[in-house]
Structures are given as C-alpha cells and as structure tokens.
C-alpha cells in the first residue's frame, strides 16, 4: 500500500474536472492566526527559520498548554496520519465519494477531519489527490482549512512518497528527479542536496509539508524486492553522505524529510508489503552497515523516522515487527541513538506488521513501543477506537500519548505551520517545474548513467553509420506522472538528437511473437537500442536480446531499472544502467548515446557474476567514460 515500488495510476475511466471556486480557499493571515486562538504568535519558531533547532521549554510550554486543553478524542486523532479519496477536501467526485464512504465511513476529507481529529493526510495518485500542482494546493488548503476551524483545531501534517525515480506521487508539470540509486551513481553530495532543496520548494508550494523520503536503507541483497534502486547503494558511508545531503535539502524548504526504513530493510528477499521479512545480521553488521545512514540522518537534524515491518532477531527476538518493539524504536532508536524526533510507522495496512496481531493491537502496541505517526490504517475506526480504548482501559495513559503529540506539535511548530498553513495559486505559479528547476534535473540526471560495457567503442553511437534506429524493450507501468512509456520516450529523445528512431514495446515479458516482430524490425535498422527490465535466466527479455544480438546489428542494451541486468546479457556490445525509466533518466541515458554528454556515473552497488553470485562481476564504483 504505503511504499508501493510501482507507478500507480487513477481508476479507469477517472476524468479530471477543474475544482470548483469552493475549493480554493486562500484565507488571509489574519484568519490563521485567528483561527490557531492566538497560538500562532507564540508558536513562530525562531522568526520561520527553515529548520530550527528543537524548541526552547518556552515553546514546550505553550505547547503542553494546548495539549491539556484538547480532549482525549483529540489526542488520539492528532496520532494518526490517514488516506482520504478525492481531489477536493470538500466535493470530490462521485467515485471518490463512495470509496470514502466504503472504507472509511465518511464523504470526504473535511468530514474525516471532523470526524476523527486525525493530525495528518497522506496523499496517492491512486486516491486521486495528486491532479496537478494548482489542484494540489487547493487541497491542501481545503484541508488545513478543516482542520483550524475544529474547536482547538490545529493544522495538519500533509505528507506523501515523493522519493523520486521509481516511488513519486505527484508528476509533471512538478520537477522530477533521478531516484536514490541513480543519485548513488553520481556519488554527488551537492545533488543530492539540490534535489532534496528544489523538490521540497515545490512539495512546499503545494502544501505538502512531510516528504516520507530519503530512503536510508542499504542494499546489499540484489534479489530485494522493494528497496532496490530506491536505495543509494551498497556502501554504508556512501549511502549515509547522501541521505544527510537530501535531509538538509528538504528541511531547508521547510519540508519534514523522513529517513526510512529503520532499523534497515536492505538486505531482505521478502516484500513487507506481502510478506514479515527476517532480516538475519549480527548485532555488529548492523552496527557496522544499517545503522550508519540513520545516524547521519540524525546528526543531520532528521525531522521523522519511518519504522520497517521486518523482523530484526539480533536486535529483538521476540518475533515482534521492528513497528510493535519497544527494544528498537525506545531502546536503540531513542536511547542509544538519541533521536527524540517524530517516528512514524510504515503503513499498518501492509501485511509485515499485520502478520501476528490484528488490525486492533497493532496501533496500541507501536504506542507502547515508542512510535509517534501510526499511518494508514486499514480502518481508521478499528485503530482509532482501538487507542481509545486502551487509554479508557489504563493498558495507555494519557500521559504516553501526550508525549507523542508534543513530539508532532513541535514539528507542526518548527515548520511554520501554525504561523501560516496555506498556499497560494502564485506560489505554485513561482515554484512548481520552473525551467530552472527542470533544466538541474537534466543535468543531475546527465552525471548519474552508467556505461559498463561498451566494446569496440560502439558508443557513442555515430549519426553517420547508425542513424536509423530501432527502440524495443519493456514498458513497466509508467512512475507517477511521467509521460512513458519509456521506449516511446527513448525512440523520441534519440530523434531530438538527430537519429530517425522507431519504439516497438516489447513488454517485461515479450511474446515469442513480439520478439520475432522485434528481430524482422532489427533487420531494416542501423542499431537497435534495448530497454531491459529486471532480467532473470529464464526471462524471455533475455530471449529477446539474444535474438536481436544475433541479428549482427549492433545492440545497446539500457537497463531501466536493476542495475544487475548486465549480468544476463552477455554479448550484447554495450549495456547502460540508467536505475529508473522515469523521463528525466530515459533522456539522459538518450544523450549519452548520442555523445551530447559523456557517461559519468559509477555503480553504487556490485553486480554479482549469473553463474556465481558470491562473485562480483563489476564492483562497487565500477562505470567507463568516452
């Protein structure tokens, strides 16, 4: 649910519909500050600094003081961060209408607000929140507007997933970046912390004020389902650089970065989405390998942790997710590691943390562990009464849950939202995929493809002797607001360049049909460039390379995702990793092609040899030049 490593996309038949005038809602400063009760005033941390340094006991002190006056209904709300369906917070459509009401039991947002009081909304493109950037805004403002004017109301945390590469829910016209693994390759630090600075300028513009990203696992297990090239790669020291840079990146756009997956999801063969991963490491590996980027995160001033459904026995051996343990997220996170910001949970709808308790128990015990956030239950009303009962019944106190709120009001406070929650039309206009922002994901992108394999310097490929081109391959679903498919994507950016390019998809698992089509296409072509993803021994991707390989056309082979591709294509000439096939990636992998910039990045991660996976094939660091 949560952190689907796939795009998503609207229903079927979904149409968009401008939002009605209702819905763009710009109240003035001073109706904030009215609003708040006169909390704002009190609450601007430190004149608005971008990312201050945790509150004085003067701050604390107004703080506690609005905690005591809020009910304990109140204070269970503020816990829980939530889905909600619709593009308006006020009048979505029909459809959304009765998803709400199927799932949640209310019509739309602002009545989910006034409903359950809950502190935050995660917005999906699948929930239908993320249109474009002027509807966003007006949401979001829709949303804080419900949430100010409840009796003691307070703004809201409006979060979502906008990793970038492989995990982004809102799209173009917003600027999009490489993803982790990609910026892993670049190796830049200064990137990493441009991208973090422009990406949380535009989430900020549209009112999104919690970014559930960067991720801060490490890869090591390439057979990882869900991390992946979500993560910066393979080097502990590595990683950790990068992560801090995009912390300091989004927290100076007064966006909430979040490290996730603690205490390390990157070396699991098991989707916690779908399955209750183990993660094996000694207490020392872990010291030695997951634990470095979240304590960078941490010394870098991180303003949310996300905890991992995985089982972690060298840290807890009670079979408990590392969400529900108290010996990890109070024990390390808090106690050894120091951290005593906001620890979200990863969503409490995927099947890792719903494994062996119920939808009942899991709230209540990752309160008892130490968990702030309790994110996207499957039913709201089922978690929520659930802490509610638990507090009534004295297996909670009071007390514990205020202590979380403080912990989500200083955050509220540190990012100026109580000062001035809302939006405006100009800012999105200012912010959101400027051309300067585009244009330094172009060349971010342009520092992060990889060449490992280019015999006889096939590349960079001549406009002269190999103009006429043909581009096959996969087409995964299209990330969030992409244009895609990529060979379509990849065919136009190489005719952009000069060569006359053809896209003919293949599929992720061509027919054998498809890959005959594919071989009589290669005859009439001068090159054929091929878009691989995730290629197994027996994929049938591997077929088709094989194949066109035989044709004596020359092959590039870009893997669009893994990295690891190269390793089943043996013979293919020259093999490019470009880590995602978003557009910004599939046009920078084009014009290394093309020669208009030279493959600069180097692998993050090793690439084990096909026959011997014990063995690296290419080491970390590993990527040639022109």
């Avoid at 089509?517 to 021994?537: E, M, P």
Wanted: aromatic content about 4%; glycine content about 10%; charged content about 20%.
């Amino acid at each position: 649910m949560h952190d689907s490593s796939t795009g998503s996309s609207a229903r079927p038949g979904d149409t968009a519909r401008p939002a009605r005038p209702q819905d763009r809602v710009r109240p003035s400063r001073r109706g904030v500050l009215a609003a708040t009760a006169g909390v704002a005033a009190a609450l601007a941390v430190q004149g608005g600094a971008a990312h201050a340094a945790a509150p004085t006991p003067h701050d604390d002190r107004r703080l506690r003081s609005l905690i005591a006056r809020m009910t304990l209904e109140e204070k269970v709300g503020q816990l829980f961060v939530m889905r909600v369906y619709g593009h308006s917070a006020t009048d979505p459509d029909q459809a959304d209408i009765d998803a709400n009401l199927g799932e949640i039991g209310v019509r739309t947002a602002a009545e989910l607000i006034a409903k359950y009081r809950v502190g935050g909304i995660i917005y999906f493109t699948w929930a239908h929140n993320t249109r474009d950037p002027r509807q966003i805004a007006d949401l979001s403002n829709g949303i804080q507007r419900a949430c100010i004017t409840q009796p003691r109301g307070l703004p809201a945390l409006i979060a979502t997933d906008q990793e970038h590469g492989i995990v982004c829910r809102i799209g173009a016209p917003a600027t999009l970046f490489p993803g982790a693994m990609a910026i892993g390759a670049g190796g830049s630090v200064s990137d990493a912390r441009t991208l973090g600075r422009i990406s949380g300028a535009e989430l900020r513009a549209m009112g999104v004020n919690q970014d559930y990203s960067p991720d801060a696992d490490v890869n090591v297990n390439p057979a990882n389902p869900v991390i992946g090239v979500r993560s910066f790669g393979a080097d502990p020291d590595a990683v950790a650089r990068l992560v801090a840079a995009e912390v300091r990146g989004y927290q100076g756009s007064r966006v909430a970065a979040t490290a996730k997956h603690f205490p390390g999801h990157g070396d699991t063969a098991v989707d916690s989405h779908y399955g209750f991963p183990v993660i094996t490491h000694t207490r020392e590996q872990w010291e030695r390998l997951d634990a470095v980027p979240f304590r960078a995160a941490i010394r870098a001033g991180i303003d949310s942790v996300m905890t991992a459904h995985i089982q972690f026995p060298a840290l807890d051996d009670s079979g408990d997710p590392a969400t529900l343990s108290r010996p990890i997220v109070t024990g390390i996170l808090r106690g050894e590691l120091g951290y005593d910001g906001v620890v979200i949970t990863d969503s409490l709808g995927m099947e890792g943390v719903r494994t062996k308790y119920g939808d009942d128990r899991v709230p209540v015990l990752a309160l008892k562990a130490g968990v702030d956030q309790l994110l996207n239950p499957p039913s709201l009303d089922v978690a929520w009464n659930a802490v509610l009962t638990a507090v009534r019944e004295g297996e909670l106190t009071e007390a514990r849950l205020d202590e979380s709120i403080l912990r989500i009001l200083r955050l509220k406070a540190r990012l100026g939202l109580f000062d001035g929650p809302y939006v405006t039309a100009a800012g999105v206009a200012r912010t959101v995929g400027t051309r300067a922002h585009l244009a330094a994901a172009d060349r971010i992108a342009e520092r992060t493809t990889t060449l490992l394999v280019n015999e006889k310097r096939l590349l960079p490929l001549s406009r002269r002797s190999h103009r006429k081109l043909l581009v096959v391959g996969a087409d995964p679903a299209s990330p969030s607001g992409t244009t895609g498919p990529p060979t379509t994507v990849l065919a136009a950016a190489l005719t952009e360049l000069g060569f006359t390019a053809t896209a003919l998809s293949t599929g992720t698992a061509p027919s054998a049909a498809g890959i005959d089509r594919a071989v009589a296409a290669a005859r009439d072509a001068d090159a054929v460039v091929v878009a691989t993803y995730n290629v197994t021994a027996g994929s049938a991707q591997r077929t088709l390379v094989e194949r066109l390989t035989a044709t004596g056309r020359p092959v590039i082979a870009v893997a669009v995702r893994n990295p690891y591709d190269v390793a089943q294509l043996p013979g293919v000439p020259a093999v490019l990793a470009a880590y995602s096939w978003t557009d910004v990636e599939v046009r920078a992998a084009a014009r290394v092609i093309a020669g208009r910039v030279r493959p600069r990045g180097k692998l993050p991660v090793p690439v084990p040899r096909a026959d011997d996976p014990a063995t690296p094939l290419y080491p970390v660091g590993y990527g040639l030049s022109y």
